[in-house]
């Protein structure tokens, strides 16, 4: 069946533009999670939805970011007034419930390159 | 704070050698505990969880609370095995995943 999808793949956009994300996760995934993947990083945990809510958004780097989820599926996360330091691969991953007891399964991600 | 610790960031050994990607979490109540692993042009994905105490591809992992350690080891390297490999937790059942930095292992031929 279909997995993760993350569009788009790549963007780039200029400093001081706003970017939005998407993820399609697998259909009956009711969690679903956001991750920024930079080098040296490793993959740093950024918000994660339990059906439309976000229980917790301590990962959130500023509040230049924010995410949404609707309908219990698709989520878009957006980055307002993007900075250099925004430069990542931003991943998606979604699981049958919470983290604890299931998988996760990743989307391919989207790199983000600011100028 | 929860944390997981991936010491090594590059860890590079012979085709045949044992290998051992080390990961230290910082102990509180009773984690679940994982290994996820991205290989070349490929999305991550779940190797093993310590709750399974399965061997997947050769790999292994046992958790040791006394040390808070959860290693990932297999005995003779193959080549395939170069990829990324993730250490992870959450605190419970009901919690978020904590990823660590990340090892890159290179397998030498």
């Known amino acids: 069946g279909a997995g993760v999808s993350q569009s788009p793949s790549n963007k780039v956009t200029e400093k001081g533009k706003d970017v939005e994300l998407r993820c399609d996760p697998i259909?009956?995934?009711?969690?679903l999670y956001w991750y920024r993947q930079s080098l040296g990083q490793g993959l740093e945990f950024l918000i994660y939805f339990q059906g439309n809510s976000a229980p917790d958004k301590s990962g959130l780097p500023s509040d230049r970011f924010s995410a949404e989820r609707t309908g219990g599926s698709v989520s878009t996360l957006t980055i307002q007034r993007t900075q250099q330091e925004d430069s990542a691969v931003y991943l998606c991953a979604s699981s049958l419930s919470l983290a604890g007891e299931y998988e996760q399964y990743f989307g391919p991600g989207t790199r983000l390159t600011v100028t | 704070a929860q944390r997981v610790t991936q010491p090594e960031k590059l860890l590079s050994v012979f085709k045949g050698a044992p290998v051992e990607l080390k990961c230290n979490y910082s102990?509180?109540?009773?984690?679940?505990l994982f290994w996820y692993v991205q290989y070349s042009r490929q999305r991550l994905q779940l190797l093993l969880r310590h709750i399974s105490r399965e061997s997947i591809k050769g790999f292994t992992a046992d958790l040791n609370k006394g040390e808070t350690s959860f290693h990932l080891k297999k005995p003779f390297a193959q080549e395939e095995d170069s990829a990324m490999y993730y250490c992870a937790r959450s605190m419970n059942r009901d919690d978020k995943i904590i990823f660590g930095k990340g090892t890159r292992l290179h397998i030498l031929p």
């Open positions: 102990y509180s109540g009773s984690p679940e």
């Open positions: 259909s009956g995934h009711t969690a």
